[in-house]
């Protein structure tokens, strides 16, 4: 059973950075697409940014192309999202997703607040 634990959200202003993180128990994150995705209630869930093969590829959603950067440690099984340039519309809860054929785990979310 693959586990995902998000951390590293917070309060930052506008402008600023944030470097939320996903720790992977139970298997390798190269195993997986490993993705960021964020949801406010009664939103739908938007794809943020995805990391495939270990970290060799990435994807963005064009709200966060040049700003946002996903990668990987491999040592420690850890995903990240290094969040530059934060706006107050990026404030909502970030998940970490691990996806597979036949296998979708979600963590439990981290919350990022963009405001003065």
């Known amino acids: 059973q693959v586990q995902l634990v998000e951390s590293g959200g917070g309060l930052v202003q506008p402008g600023g950075s944030l470097r939320p993180f996903c720790v992977v128990s139970?298997?390798?994150?190269?195993?997986?697409?490993m993705a960021w995705y964020r949801q406010t209630p009664g939103k739908l869930r938007e794809f943020v940014a995805n990391?495939?093969?270990?970290?060799?590829?990435?994807i963005y959603a064009d709200f966060v192309k040049g700003r946002f950067t996903i990668s990987g440690d491999n040592a420690k099984n850890t995903v990240y999202l290094q969040m530059n340039s934060l706006k107050p519309e990026d404030t909502t809860v970030y998940y970490c997703?691990?996806?597979?054929?036949?296998?979708?785990?979600w963590g439990q979310g981290t919350q990022v607040t963009v405001s003065s």
């Open positions: 997703n691990a996806y597979r054929t036949g296998d979708d785990y």
């Open positions: 139970g298997s390798s994150f190269s195993s997986y697409r």
């Open positions: 990391i495939i093969s270990g970290g060799s590829r990435s």
